[in-house]
């Protein structure tokens, strides 16, 4: 090829090619604009409308669902379109596969054939208004017809709906059903709300609807919160005497009872005059008999004889003076604060009128190991701190003596909060006389939020109780 053609068909190319990349660019620049100025156009709530109305007006339905009422007459009539139940619940879709007719009975139990309207529309609207005694027939139809989104939602609103109030109670019942089903999730919340808020459940119109199995199961933990064990006792009385249990129910609730945490002016009363006692009397004889040993001797004189690690000799969380005290802490993340307070030594007779004396640290921020000590018994104080810490607490006792021979002491740090308007009991924190402070505490708490969920009017509500724990002895062998 001649150089001049050569260079001719060269520059040609080089033409094109520049073409081509100028092109490119003007092409992706095109793109950039159209991409930047893309808009969504949101109008699912018209949609949401629109499949309401749907339903309403029963326009284009191809089915008519027959919803009757078990062991009665009553029949509520829904038009509803296949295509919707089908996409929404697979159950629904088998039932439309089978069925002989446009018209499908359904039979539901009364509760459930009452919230069976709504159950349908949230099919075709996808939101749904709960009230609390809708909240097991709504679960059961989404369990039955499988449509787990709501199912779930259901679960997650009783979790988060423990304190509602209600004018017969709710939390109950809802355990109950968790129980039915094998929802543990729901069952251990439940459960955990009524130990942790159970000196209010006991006063309530729900006590009285506490099934032998729960009310067995409550009186096993040592994690109740109420004023003491004779509210509790009492408590169960009352629930004996409302509804009258099989003998070995009754029985075997009166042995869970912790007799040893009575004080012997009250066990006398009990013996004398409450009509239970005076019933069941014999089933409950050898425990009275313990508890006033318990009262009578030292514990390093009881722990030569019993085995004093059963449940018998273990607190639960008492609110009353002799156990513990509040304190209510205003503006907590502003600084550091101190408090002191006494408890009695242990609650048998024989250290009645001992006390010992507790300070109690609290620091927003994470606390140098090496200014824990150094604080005075009353006041507030600004020691050193490191920054992005978290809240700490400290509970140590202000002298040590030789009557802590042979006991323990375990600190409980209650924090309440208000839910649904009601002030409850948000976190339970446990912690033993070796460690001193709580690892755990207030580990996902943002108190520097107003609105914070631990917080009640911007301050901290804490209930600090220390719970003397006997140690048996250990005897060598010869």
Not at 11 to 25: I, P, Y
Not at 200 to 205: D, I
Not at 219 to 245: C, G, H, K, T
Request: hydrophobic share 40%.
């Amino acid at each position: 090829m001649p150089l001049i053609a050569w260079k001719k068909e060269n520059l040609q190319l080089s033409a094109r090619k520049k073409w081509m990349e100028k092109t490119f660019l003007a092409a992706l620049k095109s793109d950039v604009v159209l991409e930047n100025s893309a808009t969504t156009l949101n109008h699912s709530m018209a949609l949401v409308q629109r499949m309401e109305a749907l339903l309403t007006q029963g326009n284009g339905s191809d089915v008519i669902l027959r919803v009757q009422t078990l062991n009665t007459d009553e029949v509520k009539v829904i038009q509803v379109h296949s295509l919707v139940l089908t996409l929404q619940s697979d159950v629904f879709d088998e039932l439309l596969q089978t069925r002989n007719s446009t018209a499908m009975v359904l039979r539901e139990s009364p509760d459930c054939a009452a919230v069976f309207d709504k159950f349908i529309r949230y099919l075709y609207c996808g939101d749904i208004t709960v009230r609390l005694n809708q909240a097991i027939p709504l679960h059961k139809l989404a369990s039955k017809y499988h449509v787990w989104d709501l199912q779930q939602g259901l679960t997650q609103y009783m979790t988060q709906h423990l304190s509602s109030d209600s004018l017969m109670g709710h939390v109950v019942s809802w355990y109950q059903y968790a129980t039915q089903i094998g929802d543990v999730t729901l069952q251990n919340s439940c459960l955990q709300y009524l130990s942790w808020n159970l000196s209010s459940v006991l006063q309530s119109a729900e006590w009285s609807s506490v099934s032998e199995e729960l009310l067995l199961t409550l009186l096993q933990r040592s994690d109740l919160v109420l004023q003491s064990e004779l509210e509790l006792y009492e408590a169960l009385e009352a629930w004996i005497s409302q509804n009258q249990p099989s003998v070995e129910a009754a029985k075997s609730a009166l042995k869970a009872i912790r007799y040893a945490m009575i004080s012997p002016q009250h066990l006398f009363h009990l013996q004398k005059k409450s009509s239970v006692m005076l019933k069941y009397y014999e089933s409950v004889r050898d425990l009275l008999f313990l508890a006033f040993q318990f009262h009578a001797a030292s514990p390093i004189q009881l722990a030569k004889y019993f085995d004093v690690n059963c449940s018998l000799f273990t607190p639960r969380n008492y609110l009353s003076q002799a156990w513990g005290s509040p304190w209510v802490i205003n503006n907590p993340t502003r600084d550091d604060r101190s408090f002191s307070f006494q408890t009695q030594l242990g609650p048998s007779g024989y250290d009645a009128s001992k006390r010992v004396t507790w300070n109690a640290l609290f620091s927003p921020r994470w606390l140098p190991l090496s200014v824990r000590s150094a604080y005075p018994e009353m006041g507030s104080l600004q020691p050193t701190r490191t920054d992005g810490g978290r809240p700490r607490i400290i509970v140590t006792p202000a002298t040590s003596s030789p009557d802590f021979a042979g006991v323990s002491f375990q600190k409980t740090v209650i924090v309440s909060a208000r839910k649904q308007g009601k002030v409850v009991v948000r976190h339970v924190y446990n912690f033993h006389q070796s460690t001193e402070e709580a690892g755990d505490f207030l580990l996902e708490a943002d108190l520097q939020r107003r609105a914070s969920e631990y917080l009640i009017d911007s301050s901290l509500y804490l209930h600090i109780i220390v719970k003397p724990l006997y140690h048996s002895l250990i005897v060598a062998k010869k």
